[in-house]
């Protein structure tokens, strides 16, 4: 179980974040949670990552969790990124020395993506894990709907739109519940937020993003779950093969059968076969 503390406090409000300690760990996992949910449901994933004595660390991204602003607006980009620059130092400072892997899970992956790109303290990281990340939708936005979106992310950033995730769509729901009726999980999304994570997407998956190539020989190990229902898989495809092609230190795994929360499985599965795999690859960085 985790503990928490106070990543960072501004006036306004905190970043939360969550703790799995480990006195001497031989790693440091900094997770970056999802759309809608908060750092606390990746005790699973964090304890296994325990269990094989590497640390882990999390946080509510903004507008998430208890973490300061409104629900759901997880914007601008430049300061969601900051902020996990400062998990980073964070981790950097609680266990010195240690190499840290970055951790991230579907708009999370698409933060972490980014982040491997042209985050501050990229380069500082010792590698990267993604899982089914935000790059494109298996159902996209209309594009009168997006146009919409994109203006009102000028006018008024912050206001929100429903998600309109189905709980069911996320995994085993024997692992995913308690999701919807879960005091600290919304599904809300703003304006900037939704345009930030798209936009970044599609510069990911054609390569145009910023990248200040200071992480391209750090490896990364990409997953999608083959039957996701929400952030589609072709996405995932086309970085990893573009990646490739540029020579990038990847591994890609499609997991057969499995949702969009690889690591809560799917109808047949739980999602331990992904854990496992995960932590694996982190023991041998």
């Known amino acids: 179980m985790y503990e928490n503390f106070i ?49 882990v660390l999390a946080f509510d991204l903004r507008g998430h969790g208890k973490s300061l602003g409104k629900r759901g607006h997880c914007a601008p980009r430049k300061d969601v990124l900051s902020d996990v620059s400062t998990l980073i130092e964070y981790a950097q400072a609680i266990y010195p020395e240690k190499k840290l892997i970055l951790y991230g899970h579907s708009m999370g992956g698409n933060i972490v993506l980014d982040y491997r790109s042209r985050g501050r303290l990229n380069g500082e990281v010792a590698a ?10 298996v159902r996209p936005v209309p594009a009168l709907l997006y146009k919409a979106v994109k203006f009102l992310s000028r006018v008024a950033p912050s206001v929100t739109i429903g998600s309109e995730i189905n709980e069911a769509d996320l995994g085993n729901l024997d692992c995913v519940k308690p999701f919807n009726d879960h005091p600290l999980v919304h599904n809300r999304i703003s304006a900037l937020c939704a345009v930030d994570g798209f936009e970044t997407g599609q510069k990911l998956e054609s390569g145009q993003l910023e990248n200040n190539g200071r992480a391209k020989q750090i ?14 898989v072709a996405g995932s495809r086309n970085i990893a093969a573009r990646m490739k092609a540029d020579g990038e230190n990847i591994e890609y795994i499609e997991w057969s059968g499995l949702y969009h929360e690889i690591h809560n499985g799917g109808p047949q599965s739980r999602g331990d076969e992904v854990i496992a795999k995960a932590v694996e690859w982190a023991e041998k960085i």
């Open 7 to 55: 990543l960072q406090q501004f006036e306004n409000g905190k970043l939360e974040g969550y703790s799995w300690n480990v006195d001497d760990p031989e790693k440091v996992i900094c997770i970056v949670h999802g759309i809608g949910e908060y750092g606390g449901r990746f005790d699973r994933v964090a304890e296994a990552f325990r269990e094989k004595n590497m640390a």
């Open 219 to 232: 490896p990364l190990l990409l997953m999608h779950g083959e039957k996701d229902k929400i952030c589609d």
């Open 128 to 137: 990267y894990i993604v899982t089914a990340p935000w790059v494109r939708l």
